[in-house]
């Protein structure tokens, strides 16, 4: 059994800084690709970042232009985001995801493997 946790949320000023962490237990981290989604309060979720089993492919979703940088520490089985320059429309439920083909895919559906989220909160 897989179980993803993800910690790292709370509150911050528009302009800060978070980083949040993904612990990964179960399996064979170091062979999955991963994901970082996010869900606002009435909205659909959406894709904020991805890497790859290696580490050396990583993808961004068009909102993130520069601020965020996910990143992997496989002898830890973790996996970060590391987001600057926080907006209030980056509020949300943050979730990281697994999939064990080892790649980044854009859409939920591609993830086997959920964590329960963690709450990011921007303040103006």
């Known amino acids: 059994q897989v179980q993803l946790v993800e910690s790292g949320g709370g509150l911050v000023q528009a302009g800060g800084s978070l980083n949040l962490s993904c612990v990964v237990s179960?399996?064979?981290?170091?062979?999955?690709?991963m994901g970082w989604f996010r869900q606002a309060s009435g909205k659909e979720r959406e894709f904020v970042a991805g890497?790859?089993?290696?580490?050396?492919?990583?993808y961004y979703g068009d909102f993130v232009k520069g601020r965020f940088t996910i990143s992997r520490d496989d002898a830890k089985n973790t996996m970060y985001l590391q987001m600057n320059s926080l907006k209030p429309e980056d509020t949300a439920v943050y979730s990281c995801?697994?999939?064990?083909?080892?790649?980044?895919?854009?859409?939920?559906?591609?993830?086997?493997?959920w964590g329960q989220g963690t709450q990011v909160t921007v303040s103006s």
């Open positions: 995801a697994a999939e064990p083909m080892g790649t980044w895919v854009v859409t939920d559906t591609g993830y086997d493997y």
């Open positions: 179960g399996r064979t981290f170091s062979s999955y690709g």
């Open positions: 890497i790859s089993w290696s580490g050396t492919s990583t």
